[in-house]
Antibody, heavy 123, light 110 residues
Framework: EVQLLESGGGLVQPGGSLSLSCSASGFTFSSYAMSWVRQAPGKGLEWVSSISVGGGPTYYADSVKGRFTISRDNSKNTLYLQMNSLRAEDTAVYYC????????????????WGQGTLVSVSP | QSVLTQPPSVSAAPGQKVTISCSGSSSNIGNNYVSWYQQLPGTAPKLLIYENNKRPSGIPDRFSGSRSATSATLGITGLQTGDEADYFCGTWDSSLSAYVFGSGTKVTVL
């Protein structure tokens, strides 16, 4: 059974930093691309970032480019999201997702989702 | 504003059918597979349909998907109270170099 468990969310002040983790199990983590998707309170889904199987290349939404960094440790079956220069509009539940295949290839979709971790950016 | 347009809400009585549209463009739906995700209240999204019309294991055949030109449609037949949820379409956009989601549609069972 595929399991994705996010952690690291919390309350942070504007301009601050936070690091999210996603622990994966139930599949061969090193063989799949992974993504982060967020959902602001009461809003829709927004793709944040994706990473290929070996750690590169990486891809980002324009809204987070230059501020967020996605990475992975295949030896620990863990996905990360380092978030810097946080803004109020980054407040959201952040979901880790297992991708079906490499980003921006035919048939790329979010196959499994974690339960999410809440990030709140407020003074 | 979402690149993919969905109606905010649809509703029907138990046992009836609803359809949810997802309208895009040639840079997304027109040239890439569409997926659909179901988000039950207070839970994480779950994959419902992939590659336009395929169902993952465990998804009942009451759920169906189709794509035509730059639009996609999710159909739910035999509507049940447990189907009350938000539904999102998704695909990737070659012009934006981004994975994009629809604005979401809330399904209400009357």
């Amino acid at each position: 059974e595929v399991q994705l468990l996010e952690s690291g969310g919390g309350l942070v002040q504007p301009g601050g930093s936070l690091s999210l983790s996603c622990s994966a199990s139930g599949f061969t983590f090193s063989s799949y691309a992974m993504s982060w998707v967020r959902q602001a309170p009461g809003k829709g889904l927004e793709w944040v970032s994706s990473i290929s199987v070996g750690g590169g290349p990486t891809y980002y939404a324009d809204s987070v480019k230059g501020r967020f960094t996605i990475s992975r440790d295949n030896s620990k079956n863990t996905l990360y999201l380092q978030m810097n220069s946080l803004r109020a509009e980054d407040t959201a539940v952040y979901y880790c997702a297992k991708d079906s295949r490499a980003p921006f290839t035919s048939g790329w979709y979010k196959e499994y989702w974690g339960q999410g971790t809440l990030v709140s950016v407020s003074p | 504003q979402s690149v993919l347009t969905q109606p905010p809400s649809v509703s029907a009585a138990p046992g009836q059918k609803v359809t949810i549209s997802c309208s895009g463009s040639s840079s997304n739906i027109g040239n890439n597979y569409v997926s659909w995700y179901q988000q039950l209240p207070g839970t994480a999204p779950k994959l419902l349909i992939y590659e336009n019309n395929k169902r993952p294991s465990g998804i009942p055949d009451r759920f169906s998907g189709s794509r035509s030109a730059t639009s996609a449609t999710l159909g739910i037949t035999g509507l049940q109270t447990g189907d009350e949820a938000d539904y999102f379409c998704g695909t990737w956009d070659s012009s934006l170099s981004a994975y994009v989601f629809g604005s979401g549609t809330k399904v209400t069972v009357l």
